[in-house]
């Protein structure tokens, strides 16, 4: 059994910042990996960034590298998303995935438990 909640979703204006958490509770030490997702207005589900173990493998999809970090607090067992230099297509619904299944970060179906999603709005 394990529960995700994020936090920190928003509005900001472009160039700005973020920083979403997810807290997670529950059997973590069976995870293969933790996730973001984003979905913006009328569009489908895709991947923001990954970490995957015990090979401590951290990955970003194109549209964020050098933008966004993730990082996880093993101690207080939390995932965050932190979000730099915002830019108005990154508006959306942040949602956090965990993993009991596979090492599959960028795809949707390898993720098993999900949070209920918080939302980023950035303005221009």
């Known amino acids: 059994q394990v529960q995700l909640v994020e936090s920190g979703g928003g509005l900001v204006q472009a160039g700005g910042s973020l920083r979403l958490s997810c807290a997670a509770s529950g059997r973590t030490l069976s995870l293969y990996a933790m996730g973001w997702f984003r979905q913006a207005p009328g569009k489908e589900r895709e991947p923001v960034a990954a970490?995957?173990?015990?090979?401590?493998?951290?990955y970003y999809t194109d549209p964020v590298k050098g933008r966004f970090t993730i990082a996880r607090d093993n101690a207080a067992n939390t995932f965050y998303l932190q979000m730099n230099s915002l830019k108005a297509e990154d508006t959306g619904v942040y949602y956090c995935?965990?993993?009991?299944?596979?090492?599959?970060?960028?795809?949707?179906?390898?993720?098993?438990?999900w949070g209920q999603g918080t939302q980023v709005t950035v303005s221009s």
């Open positions: 995935a965990a993993s009991r299944l596979g090492r599959a970060m960028f795809r949707s179906d390898n993720y098993d438990v």
């Open positions: 970490i995957t173990w015990p090979y401590s493998g951290m």
